[in-house]
């Protein structure tokens, strides 16, 4: 489980906006903690977040700090239950918040942020992860009525968009229909760049994108749950650009620092 996830924020006001890393939320044994990374000082207009003013703190909270805390469904709203099956979460047996926020994205549509989790080698050393569907609503309207007769553990397939406007690493989902392929949506951007990589790396056998839930009563944000299994290729390094450094690297160092 990922004990630590990115907190992407959007330049620019509308869906053309550059997405970059500008804080790291993690799990800590007291509770959680937040730091900003240098994204927050190289994506052009960014403010830090009300109550977290200084990018060089180090912030913890025995509770979910209520910036994120807001972005998941409060237990108390009817569809609570429903929004845990939408992740394939069980709920009988709720999800720690930072596993929940890395499926759900924490997105909400009155701000320019969004939570990135980044991959982790499963137990056999491959990249696996999950996400929903991204960009359904840009597709062709047969596209939903595809995905809701969608079964799980059905195949995809991944088709780089090198003509796409917005986002020149964008990577197309298909279905794999033998009577012809549909585009159904896209691949979340913060992880285009990286299944452009697995793909030509891994190879199309080895980058195995697979239906995990087909969620036909969610909005279309929650739609359609994703599973993306590859290799691990040698040198390959997920979310270790500069924007990704946290800027108090020394409080840090200092405070995991065996006593």
Known sequence: MNQAVYVAWRSGGDSTGNWGPVGKLERIDSGYRFVYTQGARKLEG?????????????????????????????????????????GGFNPDNPPDPIALLSITEGRRTTDQIEIVPCPLPDGEGC??????????????????????????GERLGLMPDINNPVDPNAVAVRTM????NHIIGYVPRYFAHDVRELCLSC??????????RVNTNAPLQFRLLC?????????????TSELYRPIPEAALCE???PS
């Open 46 to 86: 960014f403010q830090p977040f009300p109550g977290m003013e200084n990018l060089e703190a180090v912030y913890e909270s025995a509770e979910l700090f209520p910036l994120f805390a807001n972005r998941l469904l409060a237990p108390s709203r009817p569809e609570y239950q429903s929004y845990l099956e939408w």
């Open 127 to 152: 990249y696996l992860t999950k996400f929903f569907l991204h960009g359904i609503r840009w597709t062709a309207p047969e596209a939903v009525e595809r995905i809701n007769r969608l079964q799980p």
């Open 177 to 180: 229909d033998t009577a012809g």
């Open 203 to 212: 190879g199309p056998e080895a980058t195995q994108l697979m239906v995990e």
């Open 227 to 239: 599973r993306l299994r590859a290799c691990w290729p040698d040198h390959f390094e997920p979310c």
């Open 255 to 257: 405070l995991e620092r």
